[in-house]
Protein backbone atom coordinates (compact mmCIF):
# COMPACT_ATOMS: atom_id res chain seq x y z
CA UNK A 1 0.00 0.00 0.00
CA UNK A 2 2.42 2.92 -0.91
CA UNK A 3 -0.96 5.12 0.27
CA UNK A 4 0.97 5.26 3.78
CA UNK A 5 4.16 5.17 2.76
CA UNK A 6 3.16 8.55 1.22
CA UNK A 7 0.80 9.75 3.88
CA UNK A 8 4.35 9.07 6.50
CA UNK A 9 6.69 10.78 3.95
CA UNK A 10 3.86 14.08 4.26
CA UNK A 11 3.35 13.39 8.07
CA UNK A 12 7.25 13.33 8.24
CA UNK A 13 7.21 16.82 6.72
CA UNK A 14 4.47 18.86 8.44
CA UNK A 15 5.80 17.55 11.90
CA UNK A 16 9.00 18.81 11.49
CA UNK A 17 7.45 22.23 10.14
CA UNK A 18 5.42 21.84 13.43
CA UNK A 19 8.59 21.42 15.33
CA UNK A 20 10.02 24.39 13.68
CA UNK A 21 6.94 26.88 13.70
CA UNK A 22 5.28 25.86 16.93
CA UNK A 23 1.78 25.47 14.87
CA UNK A 24 0.08 21.70 15.41
CA UNK A 25 -3.38 22.89 13.85
CA UNK A 26 -3.51 23.08 10.34
CA UNK A 27 -6.51 24.51 8.11
CA UNK A 28 -5.72 23.17 5.00
CA UNK A 29 -2.80 20.99 3.52
CA UNK A 30 -2.72 21.62 -0.46
CA UNK A 31 -0.83 18.03 -2.06
CA UNK A 32 0.18 17.84 -5.46
CA UNK A 33 -0.52 14.39 -7.12
CA UNK A 34 1.44 13.74 -9.78
CA UNK A 35 -0.39 12.81 -13.20
CA UNK A 36 1.54 9.58 -13.42
CA UNK A 37 0.87 8.80 -9.63
CA UNK A 38 -1.16 6.05 -9.42
CA UNK A 39 -2.94 7.02 -5.88
CA UNK A 40 -6.37 6.57 -4.32
CA UNK A 41 -7.32 9.61 -2.95
CA UNK A 42 -9.46 7.93 -0.35
CA UNK A 43 -7.04 5.43 0.94
CA UNK A 44 -4.34 8.41 1.33
CA UNK A 45 -7.25 10.71 3.21
CA UNK A 46 -7.18 7.84 5.62
CA UNK A 47 -3.64 7.24 5.69
CA UNK A 48 -2.98 11.00 6.00
CA UNK A 49 -5.66 11.13 8.82
CA UNK A 50 -4.39 8.50 10.71
CA UNK A 51 -0.85 9.44 10.07
CA UNK A 52 -1.28 13.15 11.24
CA UNK A 53 -2.54 11.91 14.38
CA UNK A 54 -0.04 10.26 15.58
CA UNK A 55 2.19 12.76 15.03
CA UNK A 56 -0.02 14.77 17.43
CA UNK A 57 -1.23 16.81 14.29
CA UNK A 58 -4.26 18.59 13.46
CA UNK A 59 -5.67 18.86 9.62
CA UNK A 60 -9.04 20.11 9.27
CA UNK A 61 -8.96 19.89 5.06
CA UNK A 62 -7.31 18.82 2.20
CA UNK A 63 -6.87 19.53 -1.57
CA UNK A 64 -5.54 17.37 -4.34
CA UNK A 65 -4.29 19.31 -7.08
CA UNK A 66 -2.77 17.46 -10.43
CA UNK A 67 0.35 18.27 -11.75
CA UNK A 68 0.77 17.38 -14.72
CA UNK A 69 3.25 14.82 -16.42
CA UNK A 70 6.16 16.37 -19.04
CA UNK A 71 8.89 15.02 -20.39
CA UNK A 72 12.66 15.94 -21.57
CA UNK A 73 14.55 13.99 -24.49
CA UNK A 74 17.96 12.49 -23.57
CA UNK A 75 18.80 12.64 -27.13
CA UNK A 76 17.61 15.49 -29.09
CA UNK A 77 16.39 17.96 -25.55
CA UNK A 78 12.96 18.46 -27.00
CA UNK A 79 10.45 18.90 -24.11
CA UNK A 80 6.88 17.89 -24.35
CA UNK A 81 3.69 16.92 -21.69
CA UNK A 82 1.24 14.10 -21.65
CA UNK A 83 -1.42 16.18 -22.50
CA UNK A 84 0.24 16.85 -25.76
CA UNK A 85 0.28 13.80 -26.83
CA UNK A 86 -2.74 11.71 -28.85
CA UNK A 87 -3.17 8.83 -26.63
CA UNK A 88 -6.28 6.52 -26.85
CA UNK A 89 -8.10 6.41 -23.41
CA UNK A 90 -6.89 2.40 -22.71
CA UNK A 91 -3.11 3.83 -22.91
CA UNK A 92 -3.81 6.67 -20.46
CA UNK A 93 -5.29 3.93 -17.99
CA UNK A 94 -2.42 1.94 -18.22
CA UNK A 95 0.07 4.98 -18.00
CA UNK A 96 -2.26 5.98 -14.31
CA UNK A 97 -1.82 2.66 -13.47
CA UNK A 98 1.18 1.86 -13.96
CA UNK A 99 3.86 5.25 -14.98
CA UNK A 100 6.48 2.09 -15.89
CA UNK A 101 4.32 1.94 -18.89
CA UNK A 102 4.87 5.51 -20.44
CA UNK A 103 8.14 4.04 -21.59
CA UNK A 104 6.20 1.23 -23.41
CA UNK A 105 3.81 3.67 -25.24
CA UNK A 106 5.73 7.08 -25.51
CA UNK A 107 8.62 7.94 -27.77
CA UNK A 108 10.00 11.31 -28.06
CA UNK A 109 7.33 13.24 -30.59
CA UNK A 110 10.49 14.79 -31.89
CA UNK A 111 13.06 12.47 -32.77
CA UNK A 112 11.09 9.11 -31.85
CA UNK A 113 13.73 8.23 -28.98
CA UNK A 114 12.64 6.21 -26.67
CA UNK A 115 15.73 7.26 -23.90
CA UNK A 116 13.56 10.23 -22.16
CA UNK A 117 13.00 11.13 -18.57
CA UNK A 118 10.26 12.21 -16.92
CA UNK A 119 10.73 15.63 -15.44
CA UNK A 120 7.27 15.91 -13.42
CA UNK A 121 4.20 14.14 -12.80
CA UNK A 122 5.45 11.39 -10.75
CA UNK A 123 5.16 11.27 -6.84
CA UNK A 124 3.34 13.65 -4.79
CA UNK A 125 4.22 16.97 -3.40
CA UNK A 126 2.94 19.29 -0.49
CA UNK A 127 1.97 22.72 -2.43
CA UNK A 128 1.01 24.59 0.11
CA UNK A 129 -0.34 24.78 3.81
CA UNK A 130 -2.14 27.03 5.59
CA UNK A 131 -3.31 27.31 9.46
ZN1 LIG B 1 13.98 13.57 -28.95
New binding site residues.
Given amino acids: MHEWALAEAVGLALYNYAKQSGIRRFKRLIIGLGELQAVDKEVLELALGETLRAYGLELVEYDFVTEEASFE ?6 KWKLGDLSLSNEVREAIHFLPEATYAYVR ?6 PD ?1 SITSGRGLSILGVEY
Fill in positions: CRSCGFCPKCGSY
